[in-house]
């Protein structure tokens, strides 16, 4: 089966534009997380969906952050606008319904971040 | 709240040398532990994972971790490294039942030497 695709791979953007990160789960997995790791620092969660629904956004860090996932398939996340601190590697994660972390997420690669 | 310590952001081993990467946790629950692999240019990847079961934990790639209550660890060994065992490694927390979130240490480079 396929694996969590995420892209682009890299994005380098300026102080300021958006960018909208994207990722494709496994085909049939309900449960789709985001996580990101700031450079140096741990990978932290932001968010959590379940089908097109947000179970926890308690990890998102302000309002210029907006996830969306609809139809339940493909999730974006988009940054408005950029500013420096959000470098870093965005993270896509899924896993099956009524599964979680006990069972072990799939990781896609990742997105690397970078603001000028 | 949950947190996890890995000690050592930087571990250097000889090939053929024993692995010991080490983890600390804090979980006001009975956890879940996991240990995830990040090869270069790839995603991460779940080497194993302790879900309350056995607590000697056997993974792919000949490494195992063991959860000791007592001292909060869940260590993760290879008896003998391999060059392609280099890559970031880290450990992560969740809470056991509900409750989705993986909260991650700061990782460990592992490099290998000849």
């Known amino acids: 089966e396929a694996g969590v695709t995420q892209f682009p791979s890299h994005s380098v953007i300026e102080k300021g534009q958006t960018v909208t990160l994207r990722c494709d789960p496994i085909?049939?997995?309900?449960?789709l997380y985001w996580y990101r790791r700031v450079m140096g620092k741990e990978i932290k969660f932001l968010l959590h969906f379940v089908k097109e629904s947000k179970q926890d956004e308690s990890g998102m860090p302000n309002n210029r952050f907006l996830a969306e996932r609809t139809g339940g398939t493909y999730s974006t996340l988009k940054v408005q606008p950029a500013e420096l601190e959000d470098s870093g590697v965005y993270f896509c994660?899924?896993?099956?319904?009524?599964?979680?972390?006990?069972?072990?997420?799939?990781f896609g690669s990742g997105t690397r971040l970078t603001v000028v | 709240a949950q947190s996890v310590t890995q000690l050592g952001s930087h571990v250097s081993v000889s090939e053929g040398a024993l692995v010991l990467l080490r983890c600390n946790y804090s979980?006001?629950?009975?956890?879940?532990l996991f240990w995830y692999v990040q090869y270069p240019n790839q995603g991460l990847q779940l080497l194993l994972k302790y879900t309350s079961a056995a607590t000697l934990v056997k993974g792919i790639n000949g490494f195992e971790a063991e959860f000791k209550k007592s001292e909060t660890s869940f260590h993760l060994t290879k008896p003998s490294a391999h060059m392609s065992d280099a890559a970031e490694y880290f450990c992560a927390v969740s809470r056991t039942g509900g409750g989705n979130k993986l909260t991650f240490g700061t990782g460990t480079q592992l490099k290998v030497e000849l």
């Open positions: 994660a899924s896993s099956l319904a009524g599964t979680g972390a006990g069972y072990g997420y799939t």
């Open positions: 085909s049939g997995h309900d449960n």
């Open positions: 979980s006001s629950v009975p956890p879940y």
